[in-house]
């Protein structure tokens, strides 16, 4: 009988990645992160059909989302402070629930992250129609191209060109705002008694029904301030800087989101058009065609603002995923691969935003919105569980921000987000389990015969760096420092 060696038995170790340079600050990072929530795009992309079924009730919706977003952001200031890992949710759902609750949370995620960027481009050409005509896959597809390849530029680059395009959509927020706010037609007890157009005149009252059946999709118009997460292998500092990036973008995002939609709800002069949900026309109402014209041009910039940054950070994920061997060893060779000019793993960037514009291009992704509310409520309610479990063990001792008031976030977080799946559309919840399933299957079929090599979570954070070489040290002072001290 052949008996193998206790060395034998040892796992060969991973092969050595190149790590992102830190180069990042708070402020770059809350650009970053701010463009990614892409509050004008939100604003006009996804509140409408809010408002088309929620009426002013879209209010009550953002602002309940608005509460539960914070019990998320606070998990993630204090786990992505905890687990900094460019993996984002499922590094930090995996090294502290365990790999297979990792895998899954990744599984789902990069489904979303394959899906999300085209739906957000496909808005492109309503947008700009006031400017030329323009097919929606063809604008979307040219969206996802164009994104893609700002995308695998470095960092600091990317803070610079998404900044500018984030004061243009702050900027188209705040036209909103002004000019709802100087048109009032509705009463501002409409936002507390809220009310449901029909579209043909009539209304019905706003129900706690169709509160929480709006939530999914509440909560999805302030996702992304999570990105903080995924970059905390470029940000300085991370265990000190990834909280503060979050918080701030998260507050900013609720501001620049929520206040026009109030506006909007008051200066309409009839709730059906709230029911109608076009926006622009609203603003041409208020101001005239050409002001209209420059909040549409805005919201262009604004989309292709947020698929860029949603580029950038899916393009990390899966080089994390690479680095923690998910794939086949030449798979995560290659998307490993950092450009050796700007640090950026444009491999992985490639790999997952080229696809998007194929998908942009060919097919009708826009009906996955429902979709991508219920993974988006899924991973924010594993990070719940996750910040309930942050606090014991090993993770106890780590030194990384912790959150107020805990465990008040997650328990509320779990609880309200875990009946809110309840609630979903039966098609969207078996997409997702499908999803799921696959990843299941991948997960029993490849991962799990390797799991002394393949799916290991590495933290770059926490790994030591090479000692320098000690300085050469004259005769005499190296023998006095071997020399015990006086007692």
């Not at 799921?436 to 979570?457: D, F, M, N, Q």
Request: with cysteine; hydrophobic share 55%.
């Amino acid at each position: 009988m052949r008996v193998r060696s206790p060395m034998a038995s040892s796992p060969p170790p991973p092969p050595q990645v190149a790590a992102l340079p830190r180069s990042l600050g708070v402020f770059g990072g809350v650009l970053l992160t701010l463009s990614c929530v892409t509050p004008a795009s939100s604003l006009f992309i996804v509140v409408p059909p809010l408002l088309q079924s929620q009426g002013s009730g879209a209010v009550i919706s953002l602002l309940v989302a608005a509460v539960l977003s914070l019990g998320v952001g606070l998990c993630y200031a204090e786990l992505g402070t905890l687990v900094p890992s460019a993996g984002g949710e499922y590094s930090i759902v995996g090294q502290v629930l365990g790999r297979l609750a990792g895998w899954l949370v990744f599984v789902i995620s990069v489904v979303s992250l394959l899906v999300i960027p085209p739906i957000i481009a496909l808005g492109t050409a309503g947008y700009l129609g006031s400017v030329l005509s323009l097919d929606p896959a063809v604008a979307g597809g040219a969206v996802m191209a164009l994104a893609v390849a700002v995308g695998v530029l470095d960092i600091k680059s990317n803070a610079l060109i998404t900044g500018v395009f984030l004061g243009l959509e702050v900027l188209a927020a705040g036209v909103v705002t002004v000019l709802g706010l100087t048109h009032v037609h509705q009463p501002a007890s409409t936002l507390v008694h809220a009310v449901v157009p029909d579209g043909q005149g009539g209304t019905s009252p706003f129900t706690a029904g169709l509160l929480v059946s709006g939530l999914a999709v509440a909560i999805f118009t302030y996702n992304g301030f999570g990105t903080a997460v995924y970059l905390s292998e470029d940000l300085r500092d991370p265990r000190r800087s990834v909280a503060r990036t979050v918080l701030w973008s998260l507050l900013a995002g609720v501001l620049v989101i929520t206040l026009p939609v109030i506006a909007i709800c008051l200066g309409v002069s009839s709730p059906d058009q709230l029911a109608a949900g076009d926006l622009v026309a609203i603003v041409d109402d208020w101001a005239g065609s050409t002001v209209g014209t420059f909040v549409s041009l805005c919201i262009a910039a604004a989309i292709l603002n947020a698929v860029i940054v949603m580029v950038i950070q899916n393009g990390r994920v899966l080089y994390a995923s690479a680095r923690d061997r998910t794939w086949p060893d030449p798979v995560n060779r290659a998307l490993a691969t950092l450009h050796p000019r700007w640090g950026s793993p444009w491999v992985a960037t490639l790999a997952i935003g080229l696809p998007g514009a194929v998908l942009a291009l060919t097919v009708p992704i826009d009906a996955l919105l429902g979709f991508t509310g219920v993974v988006v409520a899924v991973i924010y309610l594993l990070l719940g569980l996750a910040a309930l479990a942050a606090r014991r063990g090993r993770h106890r001792a780590t030194d990384a921000w912790r959150m107020p008031l805990w465990p008040a976030a997650p328990v509320l977080t779990t609880v309200v987000l875990g009946y809110t799946l309840t609630q979903q559309t039966a098609r969207d919840l078996l997409i997702t389990l499908a999803v799921l399933v696959v990843g299941v299957l991948y997960w029993l079929c490849y991962l799990r015969p390797r799991s002394a090599t393949h799916w290991v979570l590495s933290l770059p954070a926490d790994q030591a760096a090479p000692a320098p070489a000690p300085a050469a040290v004259p005769p005499t002072t190296a023998a006095a420092a071997t020399l015990p001290e006086n007692p």
